[in-house]
């Protein structure tokens, strides 16, 4: 259990981030990295304990503070921040590239056609949908291949590949800007190619995609769904 705040656990691990992040931006090191990628499972229990209070907290803070969104914003960025300090390495990279996420959607919202409480609710629903995405495509890959692959070798794979497109997410803050979010997320794509190429062999590797995106992909439409159903996010925001 986490007590103390190391701070030099915490440079070593932004130190291994900006390893990683450019390692996932060159095309040239794609298969080195994914042959010896930080294998690690993520924490269970913060990861839910982050999604439950999360979900409760913008469910039933805007009902209570209805123009506070700044206070909203606060506790979903300490729960956040609490959560990373439970966590360990890989989750936390996780969650924190999804974030730039829910800054992208949020400032998106501002400055369109939503007020600034319904611009939080959006920018959480895509952060969440978004953390909720990659952890299935890591359970779909671990049901493919139950004999060449473990959660602690599929969770990584699908975050590491993920990193790009959540990150890029803050490029929706701009129509001018939108389009670079989804060529992030291209890019996102075709590194999960090359991940699972690596680690399962090029006959597995285009089947695999396939099957483990759609099937991820529609629970999670599902879920972006009844999600916004419970944050009370209208039809028209999302």
Same mark, same amino acid.
């Given at each position: 259990?986490?007590?103390?705040?190391?701070?030099?656990?915490?440079?070593?691990? *932004?130190?291994?981030?900006?390893?990683?992040?450019?390692?996932?931006?060159?095309?040239?090191?794609?298969?080195? =990295?994914? @042959?010896?990628?930080?294998?690690? #499972?993520?924490?269970?229990?913060?990861?839910?304990?982050?999604?439950?209070?999360?979900?409760?907290?913008?469910? *039933?803070?805007?009902?209570?503070?209805?123009?506070?969104?700044?206070?909203?914003?606060?506790?979903?960025?300490? &729960?956040?921040? !609490?959560?990373?300090?439970? /966590?360990?390495?890989?989750?936390?990279?996780?969650?924190?590239?999804?974030?730039?996420?829910?800054?992208?959607?949020?400032?998106?919202?501002?400055?369109?056609?939503?007020?600034?409480?319904?611009?939080?609710?959006?920018? +959480?629903? $895509?952060? !969440?949908?978004?953390?909720?995405?990659?952890? @299935? &495509?890591?359970?779909?890959? *671990?049901?493919?291949? %139950?004999?060449?692959?473990?959660?602690? #070798?599929? !969770?990584?794979?699908?975050?590491?590949?993920?990193?790009?497109? @959540?990150?890029?997410? &803050?490029?929706?803050?701009?129509? #001018?800007?939108?389009?670079?979010? =989804?060529?992030?997320?291209? $890019?996102? &794509?075709?590194?999960?190619? *090359? /991940?699972?190429?690596?680690?399962? /062999?090029?006959?597995?590797?285009?089947?695999?995609?396939?099957?483990?995106? +759609?099937?991820? /992909?529609?629970?999670?439409?599902?879920?972006? %769904?009844?999600?916004?159903? @419970?944050?009370?996010?209208?039809?028209?925001?999302?």
């Amino acid at each position: 259990m986490v007590t103390v705040l190391n701070i030099g656990d915490l440079f070593k691990g *932004v130190g291994w981030a900006l390893r990683d992040l450019f390692m996932l931006l060159n095309p040239f090191r794609w298969d080195d =990295f994914f @042959l010896d990628m930080r294998l690690q #499972e993520p924490k269970i229990n913060p990861l839910s304990l982050w999604a439950l209070l999360s979900v409760f907290s913008v469910m *039933v803070l805007p009902s209570i503070f209805r123009e506070q969104f700044m206070l909203v914003n606060a506790v979903i960025l300490f &729960i956040l921040v !609490f959560t990373l300090w439970l /966590g360990n390495y890989i989750m936390d990279f996780f969650l924190l590239s999804g974030y730039f996420t829910y800054i992208g959607y949020f400032v998106s919202g501002i400055y369109g056609t939503m007020d600034s409480m319904t611009a939080t609710k959006v920018g +959480f629903l $895509y952060f !969440f949908i978004g953390v909720f995405f990659v952890c @299935l &495509i890591s359970y779909a890959l *671990v049901l493919l291949n %139950r004999q060449n692959l473990r959660w602690a #070798e599929s !969770f990584p794979l699908a975050v590491y590949s993920a990193i790009p497109g @959540l990150l890029g997410g &803050i490029f929706v803050a701009y129509a #001018e800007t939108i389009v670079l979010s =989804f060529l992030f997320i291209a $890019y996102s &794509i075709i590194l999960f190619y *090359v /991940g699972v190429k690596t680690r399962l /062999g090029f006959d597995r590797a285009f089947s695999t995609l396939v099957v483990s995106v +759609f099937l991820s /992909g529609g629970l999670s439409m599902v879920l972006l %769904r009844v999600l916004a159903l @419970l944050l009370g996010v209208p039809e028209w925001a999302f």
